[in-house]
């Protein structure tokens, strides 16, 4: 038989133990902080058909959707996100509580080209609010937002803001066509990645009109000066109804979140900011972090028309989503990650099965007190199941042979420090009390 090479496609990862350990409790904050808003967890299949996908992300996000048919020749495809299929559920089941609160921590799939913090395969932390056109539930995302950051340990990030409603009035504005706005918006998104002038050449080679692109690009080029920013675009665009409703909605999140004491400089408008996804109808955001240069970590926004397509009528939503795996590389280069290796917090040696029962017995006392215990399985000097310990990075070891036995003890040994001590037998809560302290990171 031809020996099988071992190997995954491009784009895709194993998590060995170590790096899952980091990312599950990386969620974990995440999926606490959501609940505490009074968020609910929900799941939605990994496939859907296609016709649910499409036509929903433009032209661009179209061509990243993983479509195919199967035996039974429908033609399903990979979920692209956790919009789509969030807007799916609230139109299947349309008894739900509004306002919906929800939120999904799972992967994605997107044919997207592989890079730094970017792949195929990846995990989305979602949270949404759905049933009210309430500026203060766009307000309580930008807070979440904030609220995991900080839990996270994360401290020089920027959250962006904009609205699409403003966009759309500068678009007018501008003498550009109002049936090309989303793919002015579209290729304006790109100023995240590239400098003006590229995005500008991108837009004359879709034929936009120079004298409009000059008018936008000067525009944005005031807008650089922050000060009184909004008031200046109020006086600017007044005649413009979409531009003056997005200011209006602007002041009102920044009120908002006045009240939620959140630092002013980690809440800033940004009027380059767009969004690349077709289905933003009002206040959008993003999050950036200074360093690495790893581009933005969560991005959302308010889409009051998508539900609409698969319930009858248009039903406002709103929501955020967390990039797992950007987040998650920030925090390794950042050395924010917590020192954990393993999620065991204690190895019992094995010097003879004679002593099993003992072990064993004591192993379930500590499982059913919350500690993660493990048996060594075999067999072995003591020096290689110490050393077994230690390549895990396992914090505490129990001794006990048959020394210890007769004498009504065990050992308990600290890896870290290489100090122990004996303990009676009776008194197995005082090892339970040292080791549930110690994983709480107190001395």
């Known amino acids: 038989m031809a020996e099988i090479v071992p190997q995954i496609p491009k784009g895709f990862r194993d998590f060995l133990p170590q790096k899952l350990i980091y990312r599950q409790r990386v969620m974990e904050t995440i999926r606490k902080c959501f609940e505490s808003f009074g968020f609910e967890p929900l799941e939605t299949p990994t496939l859907e058909y296609a016709e649910t996908l499409e036509g929903k992300y433009g032209q661009e996000g179209e061509k990243l959707i993983y479509k195919f048919e199967d035996k039974g020749g429908r033609k399903l495809a990979l979920r692209y996100d956790l919009t789509i299929p969030l807007s799916r559920v609230v139109g299947m089941y349309p008894e739900l509580v509004k306002p919906f609160k929800r939120y999904q921590i799972s992967p994605v799939w997107r044919a997207d080209k592989p890079q730094k913090g970017r792949f195929r395969e990846f995990w989305q ?62 290729s304006l998104d790109k100023l995240s990645q590239f400098d003006a002038e590229t995005v ?101 926004g308010r889409y009051d028309n998508l539900i609409g397509l698969f ?13 797992l795996e950007r987040i998650c590389t920030v925090m390794e280069e950042l050395s924010m990650l917590p020192p954990c290796a393993t999620s065991t917090q204690v190895l019992f040696t094995l010097f003879n099965h004679d002593l099993l029962r003992t072990i064993l017995s004591l192993a379930t006392q500590l499982r059913s007190s919350g500690i993660n215990a493990e048996v060594y399985l075999q067999e072995d000097r003591l020096k290689k199941q110490l050393g077994y310990a230690n390549s895990k990075g396992i914090p505490w070891v129990i001794i006990i042979g048959p020394d210890e036995l007769q004498k009504g003890i065990f050992v308990l040994r600290n890896m870290g420090r290489g100090d122990q001590e004996e ?11 040292r080791i549930g302290t110690c994983a709480r990171g107190q001395s």
């Not at 319930?311 to 990039?323: I, K, L, N, Q, R």
């Not at 303990?423 to 009390?433: C, K």
Request: contains cysteine; hydrophobic residues 40%; glycine residues 8%.
């Open 125 to 186: 932390c979602d949270v949404d609010i759905v049933g009210t056109r309430s500026i203060l539930a766009d307000a309580e995302i930008v807070c979440i937002i904030f609220t995991v950051l900080k839990k996270l340990g994360f401290e020089n990030f920027t959250i962006k803001v904009n609205n699409r409603k403003l966009l759309n009035g500068i678009v007018i504005w501008g003498g550009i066509d109002e049936k090309r706005t989303a793919d002015f918006l579209r």
């Open 311 to 323: 319930f009858g009528s248009d039903v406002p939503a709103t929501g955020a989503s967390f990039g």
């Open 200 to 300: 500008q050449k991108e837009l004359r080679d879709k034929g936009f009109p120079e004298t409009a692109l000059s008018r936008f690009f000067r525009m944005l080029e005031d807008c650089k000066d922050s000060s009184n920013l909004l008031s200046r675009l109020k006086a600017q665009l007044s005649t413009i109804p979409s531009a003056a409703e997005g200011i209006r909605e602007l002041e009102e999140l920044f009120q908002y979140l006045g009240n939620y004491s959140i630092p002013s400089q980690q809440v800033i408008f940004d009027l380059s900011l767009a969004r690349g996804l077709d289905y933003y109808t009002g206040i959008i955001h993003e999050t950036v972090v200074e360093e690495p240069k790893i581009g933005s970590i969560t991005g959302g």
């Open 423 to 433: 303990i009676p037998l009776s008194r197995i809560d005082e090892a339970v009390r």
